[in-house]
């Protein structure tokens, strides 16, 4: 029973060293906005890029969906996207059809879009299909006609000055850029709400504090967008793994770029709500982490001993939780055994343990609602649901603690998540 305890000390004690440092990004996120509405942020503001003689609101801008069996959602992103108050003939939809067997390619080029299909059963994933879609659009009318490449996923929707608004902060001279991600179905249920509220807090307590310290944010999945010239260093899209989007992102960090974040430029995507289709999802982005680490975890550490804050962030952010959550198990599970087998009483254990679990509870418990408080006019959600999710949010992460298990020991391949809610911007707005 004290080895539990010990232990349980010990794992406690690495988790806050290994992350400690974001509970500071809380407050900078926070206050930053009070201090920037004072005007007193300039005594704390980091200079992040040399400024760049570019101009916003005349970037061109290549949109790449890549889209696999989307009828369902690829219709009203396109939709959505004309009516985007960046220059119309600035801008450019290319869609990659991927495997598909349904009609998305024909609904893509009945608005539109320029629409190549491929199919292969081997290279599977968004990351060969980026590379695909870069590669015609090379051959069909130059990548050099475009000053940068905004990627998206078919089941988005955006905000009217999305565009527009995330070309300011590339024109301010970053390379690439993120954006707020927001949800089209966070009140479908507890899990959709706990998809939601991970990536809200991910934008609002941890991008957002990277940009104000001028650190490197990261790229999340979708809505992101990079330079003519990015892509040219990188030797063309060549991001394979299972989490493509986070190896472009460990990639450009440890060649020195930074990853701007643009609070204004509002995305909404549409999250699973099914707790087999959330596994498979989440199990490939825990599979996805270690493949990168694996690939790319020399360079990270040899960046953290260079003092590259930005590698030390992004190496916690895809490796310690997994190894500290795969082991903290197994020895509990052990010490658990050897102590009953020793005459420890069953109901001490099990107090213990229920103690240990409730503490973790009211840890992210405290982080969904401090996100929730934070981004409650963004949520578009009814009261009732805004609060009664933060309940079971610690839950949906606590899942995680078998998925990240799982990943380790299991091969993972790349499945395609069904979308199925067609909505526009308005009827989003009028669930809130």
Not at 174 to 201: E, H, P, Q
Not at 203 to 209: H, I, K, P, V, Y
Not at 377 to 392: D, Q, V, W
């Amino acid at each position: 029973m004290l080895g539990s305890q010990i232990l349980n000390a010990v794992m406690t004690a690495l988790f806050l060293v290994c992350y400690a440092y974001q509970l500071f990004y809380i407050p900078v996120s926070l206050f930053g906005r009070i201090l920037d509405r004072r005007k007193k942020w300039d005594i704390l503001k980091k200079e992040t890029v040399a400024s760049a003689e570019r101009d916003g609101s005349r970037t061109k801008v290549a949109i790449l969906i890549c889209a696999r069996n989307e009828q369902n959602v690829i219709g009203e992103l396109i939709s959505n996207i004309k009516l985007q108050d960046h220059p119309s003939e600035l801008t450019r939809i290319f869609v990659a059809a991927d495997n598909c067997t349904d009609k998305t390619a024909d609904i893509a080029r009945s608005q539109g879009a320029y629409v190549w299909e491929r199919f292969s059963s081997e290279q599977v994933g968004k990351g060969y299909a980026l590379q695909f879609l870069l590669e015609k659009i090379d051959l069909s009318i130059g990548l050099d006609s475009f000053d940068s490449f905004l990627v998206l996923d078919a089941d988005n929707l955006l905000e009217e000055n999305f565009i527009s608004e995330i070309c300011k902060t590339y024109a301010s001279g970053y390379d690439i850029v993120t954006s707020y991600r927001n949800s089209k179905n966070y009140g479908d249920n507890w899990i959709s709400a706990g998809y939601s509220l991970w990536f809200l807090r991910e934008s609002r307590f941890l991008n957002e504090a990277r940009m104000r310290l001028g650190t490197s944010c990261a790229v999340s999945g979708t809505g992101f967008m990079f330079s003519r010239e990015v892509l040219s260093a990188c030797g063309g899209w060549r991001f394979h793994l299972l989490t493509e989007d986070i190896e472009f992102s460990v990639k450009n960090i440890i060649e020195g770029r930074k990853i701007g974040y643009c609070r204004s430029a509002v995305l909404y995507d549409e999250q699973p709500v099914t707790l087999k289709q959330s596994w498979h999802q989440r199990l490939r982005w825990a599979k996805g982490y270690l493949q990168v680490f694996g690939k790319h975890g020399r360079e990270l550490v040899s960046g953290i001993g260079r003092s590259d804050f930005a590698c030390f962030d992004m190496t916690m952010a895809i490796m310690p939780a997994i190894l500290l959550t795969l082991v903290g198990t197994i020895v509990n599970y052990v010490t658990s055994i050897a102590a009953l087998f020793a005459g420890e009483a069953a109901e001490i254990l099990i107090t213990a343990a229920l103690a240990n679990m409730l503490r973790i509870y009211g840890g992210l418990w405290l982080i969904g609602a401090l996100t929730t408080i934070s981004e409650w006019r963004s949520i578009h959600a009814s009261t009732f649901k805004k609060i009664l999710y933060t309940f079971t949010f610690p839950l949906f992460m606590l899942t995680y603690i078998p998925i990240s298990i799982t990943a380790i020991f299991r091969r993972v391949e790349w499945k395609p998540i069904t979308h199925k809610k067609s909505v526009s911007l308005a009827q989003i707005r009028r669930n809130a």
